[in-house]
């Protein structure tokens, strides 16, 4: 069982930069595929970014160029790293985790493949 906690949302200004965390505990992180999703009012999840344990990154092309996911695994830790942020990044976001079913697998963008979720922090970019 592994428990997530996201931190470092807020208010910033079309065009600043954010940085999220996502500290994780219980379960062996490193087993782990990270990703990141987002909701906007009135919208449906969107799948934002996802790292495997060794590395490997997908992301949703609207964010390519601007965001940047990454892992500490000895701290516990995911990041997204947010730059050039504009209005239509405003949501929720979420970190969600599964177990990667083998070393070579490419992380997945669909949130049904996640099988823990954490309470989600708020990213308001104003124009």
């Known amino acids: 069982q592994v428990q997530l906690v996201e931190s470092g949302g807020g208010l910033v200004q079309t065009g600043g930069s954010l940085r999220l965390s996502c500290a994780a505990s219980g379960g062996t992180f490193s087993r782990y595929v990270m990703g990141w999703f987002r909701q906007a009012p009135g919208k449906e999840r969107e799948f934002v970014a996802a790292?495997?344990?060794?590395?490997?990154?997908t992301y949703v092309d609207s964010v390519k160029g601007r965001f940047t996911i990454s892992r500490d695994n000895a701290k516990k830790t995911v990041y997204l790293q947010m730059n050039s942020l504009k209005p239509e990044d405003t949501a929720a976001y979420y970190c969600a985790a599964y177990i990667q079913p083998y070393t070579g697998a490419s992380p997945r963008g669909d949130g049904t493949s996640y099988d823990y979720w954490g309470q989600g922090t708020q990213v308001t970019v104003s124009s």
């Open positions: 790292i495997s344990w060794i590395g490997g990154r």
